[in-house]
């Protein structure tokens, strides 16, 4: 899970210096289909199991109730990655 989220900054952050429409354009190429494997592994990660930590367990249950507030950025084209902060484009 944390090596999924590290990808997906790591390809948010290749865009950082590029004009406004190519970073969307390059968003929804590289980024959505990390960030939909990732809400992909949550949903269906089994927090169930004896062995799974109560951490993971809480990141796991966090992660599912964010993913409609994420959805909705993405679909005004707007990224909370780099900056933390809402950034149109």
């Not at 289909?33 to 592994?41: E, G, N, T």
């Not at 993913?67 to 902060?85: D, E, P, Q, V, Y």
Request: charged fraction near 25%.
């Amino acid at each position: 899970m944390i090596l999924m989220i590290r990808d997906i900054y790591h390809e948010e952050n290749l865009l950082r210096d590029l004009p406004a429409r190519e970073r969307q354009i390059r968003r929804w190429q590289n980024v959505r289909p990390r960030i939909l494997a990732f809400f992909r592994f949550a949903d269906e990660f089994d927090v169930n199991v004896p062995d799974v930590s109560n951490k993971m367990k809480d990141a796991i249950m966090y992660t599912r109730n964010q993913k409609n507030i994420c959805a909705g950025f993405w679909r005004m084209g707007i990224s909370l990655l780099t900056t933390g902060m809402p950034s149109a484009g």
